[in-house]
């Protein structure tokens, strides 16, 4: 029992130090708006959306950033519904300057994002999913930070759950408040890789193309920012909605994609570990830790401390697990429930290496447009 307990310290030290840095450490400083805002290419990759994407073209025109500092772009990725259709009649309704495109083969986001670029009229990109939904200044907010600093190259905003009654969105809740409070440390002292798809900016003469081998394109993004030498930041201020599956097996799916594509992205830009600067020799291996090591290291420790259990008294083993289920059952939002989670996501994932998860199925949560 006693080794499993330095086990499951050993598991959760990489979290401790976050969180000792969350509340002990640089604090990140808001930026003002500018006086005028650059134009910017607005890239939106979907695939079976039809049911969500007239609304999300709406969230869009409904932002506060100026109606002619930006253009769309929406790629269509071979969809098997009339996303495309319904996404041309949007953007015409809109008003909004726009280019559509129609994959003639499922390419998946990166690649989709690589070939839309070739075409964006503007030097600034905002890549952004075709299920999600900004606040109305999350766009001022992100371009704001991208322009505070000649350093930084590419920013990614606040992803958070719509709320509502169901337990998958109030486990992902719980998990999203300390995650994004991870990456805003990280992105304070210097860089953090862990962007979040739905919002991302990036400056196209520092960042020409999104590695679409293999990981995540957020992640990816950020990593080249770092790579030359430049900032890739976090800001919570530029918050966008995502709806969570209500299914759990809907959400499974999704969360291990991601999960995969992310520890692909760490372990594809381990020679960054060389660098002269934190990220590197700070940051960098504590989430290769968290992704890499602590998922095993947890449900070794959980095992081992429940075996030793068992072995003082069975009984009290029964009552600590009928406690943990009565909890999981009445505190939805239970952080430690949600921290579990997310290590066996994490921990599918890395049994995932090695499968192509570039394309992606539409996970939005459905209901009538």
């Known amino acids: 029992m006693l080794i499993g307990i330095v086990i499951f310290f050993a598991a959760v030290l990489p979290y401790i130090i976050y969180l000792t840095g969350i509340f002990f450490g640089k604090k990140s400083v808001p930026c003002p708006f500018p006086a005028t805002y650059p134009a910017i290419s607005i890239i939106i990759s979907a695939y079976n959306e039809e049911l969500v994407v007239s609304q999300r073209i709406a969230n869009l025109a409904s932002c506060h950033y100026p109606r002619d500092s930006y253009e769309v772009i929406f790629v269509d990725d071979c969809s098997s519904d009339r996303t495309l259709e319904r996404a041309r009649v949007s953007l015409e309704k809109a008003g909004i300057m726009h280019t559509v495109i129609a994959n003639t083969e499922r390419l998946g986001t990166n690649r989709s994002y690589n070939h839309a670029m070739k075409i964006a009229k503007y030097p ?3 890549t952004t999913d075709a299920d999600v939904f900004f606040e109305p200044s999350a766009l001022n907010y992100l371009i704001a930070r991208l322009m505070s600093d000649p350093k930084i190259a590419a920013v990614t905003g606040e992803l958070q759950p719509r709320m509502n009654a169901n337990s998958t969105t109030k486990l992902e809740g719980a998990y999203r408040s300390f995650y994004g409070r991870m990456c805003d440390w990280e992105s304070t002292v210097d860089s953090t890789y862990n962007f979040n798809g739905a919002l991302v900016a990036f400056r196209t003469d520092l960042i020409r193309r999104i590695d679409d081998k293999r990981g995540s394109d957020d992640a990816n993004t950020a990593f080249e920012a770092i790579r030359r030498g430049y900032r890739a930041v976090y800001e919570t201020r ?3 909605y ?4 209500v299914s759990f097996k809907v959400q499974y799916r999704q969360k291990i994609r991601r999960a995969t ?5 760490t372990l594809a830009n381990l020679d960054l570990l060389h660098e002269h600067r934190p990220f590197s020799r700070f940051f960098y291996p504590l989430r290769i830790s968290i992704a890499i090591f602590t998922p095993a290291l947890f449900f070794l420790s959980l095992i081992l401390m429940a075996v030793g259990i068992f072995f003082i008294n069975p009984f ?6 009928g406690l943990g289920l009565v909890v999981a059952l009445v505190w939805k939002d239970n952080l430690f429930i949600a921290f579990t989670l997310n290590q066996f996501y994490l921990f599918r994932g890395l049994l995932n290496l090695g499968k192509d998860m ?8 459905k209901g009538n447009t």
């Open 358 to 365: 570039r394309v992606w199925e539409s996970t939005s949560k």
């Open 261 to 265: 594509r992310l520890i692909e992205a």
């Open 124 to 126: 600034i990109i905002v």
């Open 242 to 245: 995502e709806d969570i599956p």
């Open 238 to 240: 530029a918050v966008v």
């Open 316 to 321: 009290i083993l029964a009552a600590i697990a």
